[in-house]
């Protein structure tokens, strides 16, 4: 029975220390981080495309990083995410819509929902023009479904 008071004792003797060393040096990393700036610099969420004229009707270009689809029609340009609403898996363009690999849901031309699970339509972004005339795609704002921005060369 000795042996085994023994045996804790030892085991609290050589382990105590190394706990307390152990969560002082998580304090002390906790300390440094502290002192670190948390807003570190992000990658531009704009898209530089060209210029109008670069964008005939009837154009349609994939940005696979990006997960965005840019369409030019007889009303303008769009941009359309690539990604589902559901689960976030990216959606494939078929010619006619978009449709999720993942749990099957399918989109039309406009990413509305033609096919459940995803729970809402696709995302459109915004579509900037530049001072220098360029157009960008403003991945950080979103517009309504349907709104399509009209540039002239």
Request: with cysteine.
């Given at each position: 029975?000795?042996?085994?008071?023994?045996?804790?004792?030892?085991?609290?003797?050589?382990?105590?220390?190394?706990?307390?060393?152990?969560?002082?040096?998580?304090?002390?990393?906790?300390?440094?981080?502290f002192?670190?700036?948390?807003?570190?610099?992000?990658?531009?969420?704009?898209?530089?495309?060209?210029?109008?004229?670069?964008?005939?009707?009837?154009?349609?270009?994939?940005?696979?990083?990006?997960?965005?689809?840019?369409?030019?029609?007889d009303?303008?340009?769009?941009?359309?995410?690539?990604?589902?609403?559901?689960?976030?898996?990216?959606?494939?363009?078929?010619?006619?819509?978009?449709?999720?690999?993942?749990?099957?849901?399918?989109?039309?031309?406009?990413?509305?929902?033609?096919?459940?699970?995803?729970?809402?339509?696709?995302?459109?972004?915004?579509?900037?023009?530049?001072?220098?005339?360029?157009?960008?795609?403003?991945?950080?704002?979103?517009?309504?479904?349907?709104?399509?921005?009209?540039?002239?060369?």
């Open positions: 029975m000795d042996e085994k008071k023994d045996s804790r004792r030892n085991f609290i003797t050589k382990f105590a220390p190394a706990t307390f060393w152990g969560s002082l040096a998580v304090w002390g990393g906790s300390l440094l981080k002192t670190m700036p948390t807003l570190l610099p992000q990658e531009s969420k704009k898209i530089k495309l060209g210029m109008p004229s670069d964008f005939p009707n009837g154009t349609t270009k994939i940005f696979e990083k990006e997960r965005v689809v840019l369409f030019a029609d009303d303008g340009l769009f941009a359309i995410s690539t990604t589902c609403t559901h689960l976030g898996c990216v959606v494939k363009w078929t010619g006619r819509g978009f449709d999720c690999p993942c749990h099957g849901s399918k989109f039309d031309a406009q990413g509305e929902i033609i096919q459940g699970p995803a729970p809402k339509a696709l995302k459109w972004f915004k579509i900037e023009k530049l001072p220098s005339g360029q157009l960008s795609l403003n991945l950080d704002k979103t517009v309504e479904s349907g709104v399509k921005e009209q540039f002239y060369v």
